[in-house]
């Protein structure tokens, strides 16, 4: 019988951060955009598709047109045909969906308006998929999707039956859906070309013509290690198209788009919630990833390719549950869009609302695998601003009382949390978790500046602890789910791991034992306890008179229950509205039978985004310590005010002091995985004031702290 031709759909997906460094934009057109388009273009038999967002579609406009226009010559001679998605690469299924819907149909728009033809695909972020997505999408004009063929696998179907498109449905509003070879995600640019050929020739046979699809991220093909070597300078991608043009009798190369007009469909499929594998591990507990990287090593080969698709990870949204910076963020998310979806749909200010909302959806900083995701706290901070700045349109367009408070389960999932608005702030304390301060939300500047991460096991750590050296193959680059690279030597000593949030707003007892150096490398040490939330009480008179109290309560280094007493601290947040300063009075009762000696101590965290740069500094009681440096360790005494910079954005936050504290610093580093190997991060500036007390039974002390945020592009810091 003769073989059938086959189709290989070739696909790319393009993008950059929200808020990455333009660098990094210029080093990926330079290293992969540019060049996989100068080597297509001497290939006229080859077609692709490809997915460019729409925040590196307007990178582009303003500072590569020419590249647009390359783009565009390419569009015309049928050679790229362009996929739509979100345009600003969202995870679709996380959204509410007027934002979904919304963002699709601007990327449609962007595509239409630039190069005359409107999208009849789309790229699903992260490939992360609900059976939901179907009508959505169907709505908003999208005929097809590409998924990975893992999602086909876990809904039953077999390796041999992934030969061509198949058709989903929800509520009656169907879209096609063509499966992602892993083995091609894999092989290609990794392999020889020889191997890819090798297993194209060998697929197997369908009901019409066969069809196999490869796409992938855009940035394999020269921005991932040691790829520029290989696929350029070495000629892969060169030989890879020679290639598949001299096997044009039986195999071609084409859009993903023409299979839809080439194929036939393969029957109807109902696809599970999931997404590819690798991401179906990553958003395990750092244990159970643990336990199923292990059992997947315990199968050979054959078992592995044979039993291997009943192997599944978890639930992409579980995110929110193993990082509840994930969670915080979408909360965020979900707030401010509720607020801005409320502006009239004919305001001038809705459109800009949207625009930074919609930016503040951007996927990156919202998990973490073998990208640095979440740890990388500019990408989160990019995002933060964006919601802040749509939150501020919206509370202008609503008119909304510029000083108020209120109280709601900000975090849904069942806790509560006490939210405060000034003209200059907002604060959410979350009350399920001793009144810590998860954000502060500096409005001048659109900052959190809270934005930090706790540090925590993750999967990969142990990969740190015994390095595995990088596996090449045949002089080729090995895919980079494979590499274990370091960054610096010795990262294994910064693997400190956080008993509680390392946020804003957290009381302490510590015993007078108790070292800097000590609590820096194990803050679950004995000899610290923490307190819990109680009662919220709030002035009558907020807007005129803006003031809570918090009353928390703590076991102490004993371990004492509420029977026995324990020690009870009264916290009153006041809010000058003449000097918009908060003064922190912090009153702690001794409850219980035992005379109590040791410190009292209040943790902020602040995150500022540079721990050893020259505009990120230090300031305690005026003057510049040793090192000022924010990613600095230090024990000052008798110490009045200290005081920390950030030059870039021009922000000063001062905390000043009714009594002489003693002040520990030392900045909050994480360790964590990147595309470019393990590497350390700073995430914020620990600043703990701590003052010596000696508490009688049934006696009481209290102190008070001036906490005040500037903005210093209007003069005023030394």
């Not at 509003?173 to 892993?182: A, C, D, E, G, R």
Request: hydrophobic share 35%; charged share 25%.
């Amino acid at each position: 019988m003769k073989t059938s031709p086959l189709f290989l759909g070739f696909g790319l997906h393009n993008h950059q951060p929200v808020g990455n460094f333009d660098s990094i934009f210029e080093q990926a057109y330079q290293q992969a955009y540019q060049p996989f388009l100068e080597v297509l273009e001497r290939h006229p038999g080859i077609s692709i598709s490809q997915h460019f967002t729409g925040i590196l579609l307007e990178w582009f406009e303003k500072h590569h047109p020419d590249f647009i226009e390359r783009l565009g010559r390419l569009i015309e001679k049928g050679q790229i045909e362009l996929i739509g998605g979100g345009y600003y690469e969202p995870i679709l299924a996380m959204l509410p969906q007027r934002d979904s819907q919304g963002q699709i149909e601007a990327l449609n728009q962007k595509i239409q308006s630039r190069f005359g033809r409107r999208p009849r695909g789309a790229w699903v972020a992260e490939r992360v998929w609900e059976p939901s997505l179907a009508s959505l999408l169907a709505d908003c004009g999208i005929e097809y999707v590409v998924l990975d063929d893992a999602h086909f696998k876990m809904a039953g179907l077999r390796q041999e039956q992934l030969t061509g498109p198949f058709v989903t449905e929800d509520q009656g509003k169907k879209l096609t859906v063509f499966p992602i070879s892993q083995k091609l995600r894999y092989t290609i640019p990794f392999q020889p070309v020889k191997e890819t050929l090798d297993y194209l020739r060998k697929f197997p046979q369908g009901r019409g013509p066969r069809c196999v699809v490869m796409a992938d991220d855009g940035e394999k093909f020269g921005i991932w290690p040691e790829t520029f070597h290989s696929v350029y300078e070495e000629g892969w991608l060169e030989d890879f198209f020679t290639a598949l043009e001299k096997e044009s009798e039986w195999l071609h190369c084409v859009s993903i788009g023409s299979l839809l007009d080439a194929t036939v469909s393969e029957g109807l499929v109902y696809l599970p919630t999931a997404s590819y594998s690798e991401m179906m591990d990553w958003v395990l507990p750092w244990n159970e990833g643990r336990a199923i990287e292990d059992f997947r090593g315990c199968l050979d080969s054959g078992l592995l390719e044979k039993y291997g698709r009943f192997i599944k990870g978890g639930f992409w949204r579980s995110f929110f549950v193993k990082y509840r910076e994930t969670q915080q963020m979408h909360r965020k998310m979900l707030s401010v869009s509720e607020k801005v979806h409320q502006i009239p749909d004919l305001s001038d200010i809705k459109a800009e609302a949207l625009r930074h909302l919609w930016a503040g959806q951007c996927n990156c900083g919202y998990w973490h695998g073998i990208f640095g995701g979440i740890y990388l706290n500019h990408i989160r901070a990019e995002n933060y601003h964006n919601l802040i700045e749509a939150e501020k349109y919206a509370d202008q367009a609503l008119n909304l009382h510029p000083v108020r408070h209120w109280k709601e389960d900000f975090f849904r999932d069942g806790g509560e949390c006490l939210l405060v608005r000034t003209p200059s702030s907002q604060l959410t304390f979350d009350l399920s978790n001793g009144a810590e301060l998860a954000a502060w939300d500096w409005l001048p500047s659109s900052w959190n500046l809270i934005n930090t991460i706790t540090r925590r096991p993750e999967t990969y750590h142990r990969h740190l602890l015994k390095p595995v050296e990088d596996e090449t193959s045949e002089g080729h680059s090995a895919s980079i789910h494979d590499l274990h690279r370091v960054k610096e030597k010795g990262l294994e000593k910064w693997l400190v791991y956080d008993p509680y949030r390392r946020v804003g707003n957290i009381s302490h007892l510590f015993s007078e034992r108790l070292s800097l150096e000590s609590f820096k490398k194990n803050p679950a040490v004995p000899t610290r306890a923490g307190f819990d939330f109680l009662s919220l009480e709030a002035d009558k008179r907020f807007e005129q008179a803006p003031a809570v109290t918090f009353t928390l309560f703590s076991q102490g280094l004993e371990g004492l229950n509420h029977h026995d007493g324990g020690y009870e601290l009264k916290q009153v947040w006041k809010y000058n509205t003449e000097s918009d300063d908060w003064t922190i009075t912090c009153g702690l009762t001794n409850q219980s039978r035992n005379h109590w000696h040791g410190y009292y101590g209040i943790e902020f965290g602040w995150s500022l985004n540079a721990g050893n740069t020259y505009d990120r500094y230090y300031r305690i009681d005026g003057e510049k310590p040793e090192d000022p440096n924010l990613g600095s360790t230090g024990e000052s005494h008798d110490v009045r005010e200290v005081s920390l910079y950030e030059d870039w954005w021009r922000i000063q936050i001062s905390l000043s002091f009714s009594w002489p504290a003693r002040l520990w610093r030392f900045p909050i580093e994480t360790v964590s995985s990147s595309e470019g190997g393990f590497e350390r991060t700073y995430q914020s500036s620990v600043v703990i004031p701590a003052w010596k007390v000696d508490l009688a039974a049934g006696k009481s002390w209290s102190t008070t702290i001036t906490l005040a945020i500037r903005d210093t592009s209007k003069g005023g810091h030394p």
